[in-house]
């Protein structure tokens, strides 16, 4: 199922909102030493407006990036600079690259976003190289929800609704940044592993990064 691009119309808010986040950064820095250094070319699946891509080609990575949003694309194309990576335009579900092409594919904060993530998963791991790494960096299903409510002082909120899968648009946890124009598409943590071991690739590291109680992000690492 191709997922709509919903940050057309949205991307130039989105870059700045995104980019004012300190668990971006943490984010980003996590990928960059999971997926490690090259050469070698990765694939940055779900690219959005490209903030992955300058920290990837500091690592020696031939970088393509692929989002299904032209607006994001548009602002990735101005952050990588031609020639340093290739951008395309493409659905996560269903990727115009051959079976075996990359040597390592990368991913950051797009789970919540697809339609149908296992499918994303699953393409991410077809397109792998034999003995490659695949690396995603996500907001923590079970911190980070439509249920969960963050609050700076005092302890945080659990409200019911933890095991009810698929899109919100509205809920306690929203908050007043990107979720509440894009929504949230949410998944309990057990059926997020699930989806990525059921690639078939072998889950070689998994994280909770960040010094918080209670971690803003989950990192996985699985190989093929």
Do not use: K, N
């Amino acid at each position: 199922m191709t997922s709509p691009p919903r940050y057309d119309g949205l991307a130039d808010w989105y870059d700045r909102e995104i980019g004012s986040l300190a668990v971006t950064t943490t984010a980003l820095e996590v990928l960059g030493r999971l997926v490690g250094p090259g050469p070698g070319s990765c694939l940055d699946l779900g690219c959005g407006t490209g903030i992955a891509i300058p920290g990837l080609l500091e690592r020696g990575w031939r970088v393509v990036g692929v989002d299904l949003s032209g607006d994001q694309l548009r602002i990735a194309q101005q952050r990588a600079g031609p020639p340093r990576a290739v951008l395309v335009a493409a659905d996560a579900t269903a990727l115009p690259f051959a079976s075996s092409s990359f040597d390592a594919v990368a991913s950051v904060l797009t789970h919540t976003d697809l339609d149908d993530p296992g499918a994303a998963f699953a393409e991410a791991a077809r397109v792998l190289r034999r003995g490659g790494r695949l690396t995603y960096v996500g907001t923590h299903p079970c911190f980070v929800t439509p249920f969960m409510q963050r609050r700076p002082t005092g302890p945080h909120l659990l409200h019911p609704g933890y095991r009810q899968r698929g899109w919100h648009h509205a809920g306690p946890g929203f908050g007043a940044g990107i979720r509440p124009r894009v929504g949230v598409h949410h998944l309990p943590l057990a059926d997020l592993i699930g989806l990525a071991l059921g690639t078939g690739l072998t889950l070689t590291r998994l994280e909770e990064p960040g010094a918080e109680d209670y971690p803003y992000l989950i990192a996985l690492q699985l190989q093929r």
